[in-house]
């Protein structure tokens, strides 16, 4: 074979020879312009890359509230938010400077995170925004994201009632007195009240953060409205109010008002009419005393009531009408008696008082049948809890729901504190250990009204057993509350009101549902299942230093194994059709053997 042509082949191999040359010559000449074009091209690739794996997801680095979320999408980002608004942080601890902090639950004051928003806001971090709505992530941008918060400012109010009961003190006026033939000012007093702004603020920026607020509770002064200033020029008016006594008549019968008692009925008058009256006898003080010194004159208004017999019969007993003093005529009178020259004696006048709930409003209601009743029975020598629960049945006493209403326990009885009447009992703690608070026993309440809504057929909005098994309750149909966390509640869903009777009959505790509901209930309940035993036994017991008890007492609480109940309800109408069905699962935890070693 002849070879190739050496004149057809150099030709070519030069031409490429010399393109690769002037190529080399030209990136010797344009060196870093080339490396910064390589770089830019894998650069802008790898950003594109980027952009379109975090097209629906955060940024690398991102926080929300402390907890990095890069690369979650909305959803896992929204189910972190809500997770951070979850144990010690979705409770404020508030110094109200007594022994112990108030544990305010966020949810009782309406505080509530806004998980969806939180989830936009870190899509977002780190994000720059350029024509034609392109959304684009670039490194070195904000990163950490704080919770979105929203509170109900009307929750936020109401929920602070336990914490007004520590904090808030009136102010008090400035008033006269008399003593030694002598007029005196008894000086005014600035009150103080919970600063709400202020402290829902700080509530709101320890939450945002992921954290729980625990700190002081803010105040603000509260000026009276009457100062010492304004009692003391309006004092040398009083010589003209206690110059005689005034005499209160009302039928045959007459009652006099000594210059002393009128002085310490008096306050100086902030009305359109100072000028005339500079003092008066329109004020709460006033009226409270006048109400005890006529008392025989007034006939008040009884309400109709709504039995339950022994045999579940329902009585009801008439509602009456009343005869009152008609208080703002008669403080308008002593003002005018008490500054004019004529006798003072004055005719007290009455005025007609009718009843809230008069025999008419309960026939027209229906309240002539028992729905249910439910008796649970308690030891009356535990004197605090009995007082509990005695309270708790006096709270929700008497109460109507409407059709189509629903009924929350926790806002019937309101907050548990001292002064509202709760005594410290026995509670089941976080730790599922007994320990003293304020308001023990109030849940056996809660299981008594759980029960006569179960057999009454009324659904059931929202129930949550106790974390450990009382033997002493109906199995699986126990119910626990906790002011502002743990609520029971239920709907009346039928066309008629229904009315809550409770009351105590020495160690029973019986709650009524009144109103005929036309319901059927049968039911069953599991075996337990899932047992657990305690983690420590008789062997091994949990010590605790307890302070109630005096040095060297020991007592032993026994343990209780853990288990699981579940009781499901069938509820037909009185033709027997099945209106609903539902089923109520209970989990207990073990109760640890415990030795309480006095301290």
């Known amino acids: 074979m002849d070879a190739p042509s050496p004149g057809v082949r150099q030709p070519v191999e030069t031409a490429r020879r010399g393109r690769r040359h002037r190529i080399a010559a030209w990136y010797r000449r344009h060196i870093w312009t080339a490396t910064a074009l390589l770089i830019a091209v894998v650069l802008g690739a790898g950003l594109i890359a980027l952009q379109v794996a975090l097209r629906d997801r955060a940024g690398p680095g991102v926080t929300v509230a402390g907890v990095g979320v890069g690369g979650m999408d909305a959803a896992r980002i929204a189910a972190v938010a809500r997770e951070r608004l979850t144990g010690p942080v979705a409770v404020a601890r508030l110094d109200t400077g007594g022994e112990e902090p108030i544990c305010l639950p966020l949810a009782q004051v309406g505080i509530t995170v806004d998980a969806a928003a939180t989830a936009e806001r870190a899509l977002a971090a780190g994000r720059r925004r350029f024509p034609l709505g392109l959304s684009v992530w670039l490194p070195g941008g904000r990163t950490d994201v704080r919770l979105r918060v929203r509170v109900d400012g009307t929750a936020f109010k109401q929920g602070l009632e336990a914490v007004r009961a520590e904090i ?57 409205e009457v100062s010492t200033d304004a ?32 002085a310490d009925m008096l306050a100086v008058n902030t009305g359109d009419d100072a000028d005339a009256y500079p003092l008066t006898f329109h004020n709460r003080r006033a009226a409270k005393e006048l109400r005890r010194l006529l008392a025989f004159a007034e006939t008040p208004p009884v309400d109709a009531t709504v039995e339950v017999g022994d045999n ?59 729905g ?52 410290h009992a026995p509670v089941i703690a976080a730790d599922n250990v007994l320990r003293q608070g304020v308001g023990g026993g109030i849940c056996q309440y809660a299981t008594t009204l759980f029960n006569a809504v179960f057999f009454a057929g009324l659904p059931v909005v929202e129930r949550r057993p106790h974390t450990l098994y009382i033997s002493h309750y109906p199995v699986g149909r126990d119910a626990a509350v906790a002011w502002g966390s743990v609520d029971f509640k239920f709907k009346n869903d039928s066309r008629a009101p229904v009315m809550i009777r409770s009351w105590i009959d020495g160690s029973a505790l019986t709650v009524a549902l009144v109103g005929r509901t036309g319901r059927k209930v049968t039911y069953t309940t599991s075996d337990f299942y899932d047992v657990r035993r305690p983690a420590h036994g008789k062997s091994d017991p949990r010590v605790i230093h307890d302070g109630d008890l005096g040095p060297g007492i020991v007592r032993w609480e026994r343990g209780i194994d853990g288990r699981s109940v579940r009781v499901t309800r069938t509820v037909r ?27």
């Open 231 to 262: 009692a003391e020029a309006r004092a040398a008016a009083a010589g003209v109010y206690l110059a005689r006594p005034v005499t209160l008549r009302y039928r045959s019968r007459t009652v006099a008002l000594s210059p002393a008692q009128m």
């Open 312 to 370: 579940g019969a329902i009585h009801i007993t008439p509602s009456r009408s009343g005869m009152v003093l008609d208080m703002p005529v008669l403080m308008d009178q002593l003002d005018e008696a008490a500054t004019g020259g004529g006798l003072r004696t004055i005719f007290v006048a009455l005025t007609p008082a009718f009843p809230k709930l008069s025999t008419a409003d309960v026939e027209s209601m229906g309240l002539s049948a028992l």
């Open 372 to 423: 249910s009743q439910f008796t649970t029975y308690f030891d009356p020598r535990n004197a605090a809890r009995a007082t509990n629960i005695a309270r708790a049945a006096k709270l929700v006493d008497g109460t109507v729901v409407e059709p189509g209403a629903t009924f929350s326990l926790n806002a019937a009885m309101g907050p548990r504190t001292v002064n509202r009447g709760f005594d």
């Open 573 to 599: 109408d009185g033709g027997g059709e099945v209106l609903f069905r539902d089923t109520f699962v209970s989990r207990y935890e073990p109760m640890d053997w415990v030795k309480r070693v006095g301290s």
């Open 168 to 224: 808030d003190v009136p102010a008090e006026d400035a008033r006269l007195t008399l003593g030694d033939a002598a007029v005196s000012v008894v000086p005014a007093r600035t009150g103080r009240e919970v600063d709400v702004l202020t402290l829902e603020r700080a509530i709101l920026t320890a939450v945002e953060t992921g954290r729980s607020y625990d700190g002081p509770v803010p105040t603000v002064a509260v000026e009276p």
